[in-house]
């Protein structure tokens, strides 16, 4: 059974950078999708970057050319580098898996962390 834990999230200024973490344990394979979803309050769920071991990263139109999804098969772990934030960036990122080809539907995900909170000032 996979586990993931987030990481990184703080309160930064517009303009500014973070990058989170996402630790697995269990075994997370080249063929699990990993994506990013964020929550701002009062707001449902959405979708902003996935991406198989394999192939190209695909970006919520919100965020391309600002963030980029990564992974360390050997450490595990998917990052999400997030570069020149704004306001509306802000929110609850959630790291999540699911076995097979990405997808940004949220309910075929079967594996979610518990979140890391970003809050960006302007």
């Known amino acids: 059974q996979v586990q993931l834990v987030e990481s990184g999230g703080e309160s930064v200024q517009a303009g500014g950078s973070l990058r989170l973490s996402c630790a697995a344990s269990?075994?997370?394979?080249?063929?699990?999708?990993m994506g990013w979803f964020r929550q701002a309050p009062g707001k449902e769920r959405e979708w902003v970057a996935h991406r198989l071991n394999i192939g190209v990263a695909d970006y919520a139109s919100s965020v391309k050319g600002r963030f980029t999804i990564s992974r360390d098969i050997a450490k595990n772990t998917v990052y999400l580098q997030m570069n020149s934030l704004k306001p509306e960036d802000s929110g609850t990122y959630y790291c999540a898996a699911r076995i097979g080809v990405c997808s940004p539907v949220e309910s075929s995900y079967t594996a979610w962390g518990q979140g890391t909170q970003v809050t960006v000032s302007s």
């Open positions: 269990g075994y997370i394979a080249s063929t699990h999708c």
